[in-house]
């Protein structure tokens, strides 16, 4: 793509795996309501891509949004005990004031980060821990509709419905990544849920540059690697997207371990997920996944 990219919420954490991984394949502009620190920006991008402001600001969006080919719209509260006032302006006006911009623009795709908790309904007692577990086939695939288990998972729904207008009204093409449980080196530690909803740092980058590349209309795909134990397919976001994610859950301990060091020393040539910055000026694995809101167990 020739054309730059919009990544808002570039400070979280979704959107340091993807520019850490992808950082030099793109023209950035990054958004983000407080300034980056130099460790959390690629070499290349310059103050004038840099845009500190609120998604709600619909002047300072749309003139972050003109001339770019691509949106990736990550930023909002993500916490899945934010109470309706935030998350209706964050998550729901916020959104709409994005996708509108980009569609005003002529933008040509937009990555709209869903989330688990837009379905976090259909974890009933009744399926629950056994939906966790590698033994139980019963899956999830972006065809279902949105079951949320609270008003974070509402406002991601919502989200959705925006995406779907905008496609059919603009002819944007979006796709809606309803991402699982993002955390860097290692799955989440003793946590069946988390484990089962697994996405590293690098599949993190590799689908969301394949939402970038790929040719589609409109689109919900699960954001999850290819673990043994999962209750979601990615089936939609290999057919859909050409998604072909590395890493697997399986391949560590219950605890967080690796079962083998070869298993986490190569990737084949993908991205490594550390293409700026040094070890000393990485933020630390759980940094809050959004300036100005404190992190959940669940990032997304």
Known sequence: MDEPVLLTGAGGRVGQAILRGLGDEYDWRLLDREPLPAAKVPDGVTDADRYVADITDERAVREAVGD?????????????????????????DGTQVVMRAAADAGVKRFAFASSNHAVGGYETEDRTPDLYRPEDDYRLDGSE?????NLYGVSKAAGESLGRFYHDEFGMSVVCVRIGNLTRDHPPREYERGQAMWLSHRDCAHLFDRCLQAEYGYEIVYGISN?????????????????????????????????????????????DGDSFASDADRPAPESPAEPNFPADPDDA
């Open 68 to 92: 770019v080919g691509a949106v990736i719209h990550l930023a909002g509260d993500p916490r899945k005990t934010a109470p309706w006032d935030s998350v209706l302006r964050n998550n729901i």
């Open 145 to 149: 509709l949105p079951r949320p288990g």
């Open 227 to 271: 673990n043994d134990r999962r209750y979601y397919s990615i089936e939609r976001a290999r057919e859909a997207l050409g998604y072909d994610p590395a890493d697997n859950s399986a391949d560590y301990t219950f605890e967080g371990k690796p079962k083998s060091d070869s298993d986490t020393e190569t990737n084949g040539g993908r991205y």
